[in-house]
């Protein structure tokens, strides 16, 4: 059973980095094991990207630990850029007008993942919380599965976050995917209404 000790920890890209092999595991227990063919493979290669992520200083990172420290849940994001892979495919699908909106000036979120023994407590809507307070951008972006029942789908729905582009395949991939956005309120607004849900304690530490 999981532990409702759970404390949310903002991570500095070197903290990331050094602890990558726990973010690789956990992205591979929530989501390739269920959703990829080999997730082998899958986490080899998204280690490579996510150790090139942490090289961005700009990189914005929360944990969800455990008492003893164990990390049983990730979220992590970083600014969008022009000449970036995901920034540049998404751009180019939508009008220029909504890329310039939801696009310009955007926070990226590149993964958001809770242990299954963990799912269904509310963790992952901590972080997501967690992870845009006091962001400094006008939006926040996201892929995710095109499965608009699924846990994850319903708790971007529930968080603001609305449709951008449907059954959207990626250069390269066979799988459908949706593309959200959610307007952002300025920082001094969402420091008022507070930062984390109550369970969850005071807004997290930075390490």
């Not at 990558?20 to 080999?38: G, M, N, P, S, T």
């Amino acid at each position: 059973m999981a532990s409702a000790d759970i404390r949310l920890v903002r991570w500095t890209p070197a903290r990331m980095r050094a602890r990558l092999d726990e973010v690789i595991a956990v992205y591979k227990a929530a989501f390739l094991d269920v959703h990829e063919a080999d997730p082998v493979r899958a986490a080899r290669d998204r280690m490579t990207h996510a150790r090139r992520h942490t090289e961005r200083r700009d990189l914005r990172a929360v944990a969800a630990l455990t008492a003893d420290d164990v990390l049983v849940g990730i979220t992590y994001a970083t600014p969008g850029r022009v000449g970036q892979w995901w920034h540049d495919v998404v751009a180019s699908a939508l009008s220029p007008a909504a890329a310039a909106y939801w696009l310009e000036d955007c926070l990226e979120i590149v993964e958001l993942h809770v242990l299954p023994d963990y799912q269904g407590q509310g963790i992952g809507r901590a972080l997501l919380r967690e992870l845009l307070r006091d962001v400094p951008h006008r939006t926040a972006a996201l892929s995710a599965l095109e499965l608009p029942d699924s846990r994850a789908r319903q708790l971007y729905a529930s968080e603001g976050f609305v449709p951008l582009l449907s059954n959207f395949r990626f250069p390269g991939s066979y799988t459908p995917y949706g593309v959200l956005g959610k307007e952002l309120p300025p920082p001094a607004s969402q420091r008022r209404r507070g930062a984390v849900t109550a369970r969850f304690g005071r807004p997290a530490r930075a390490l």
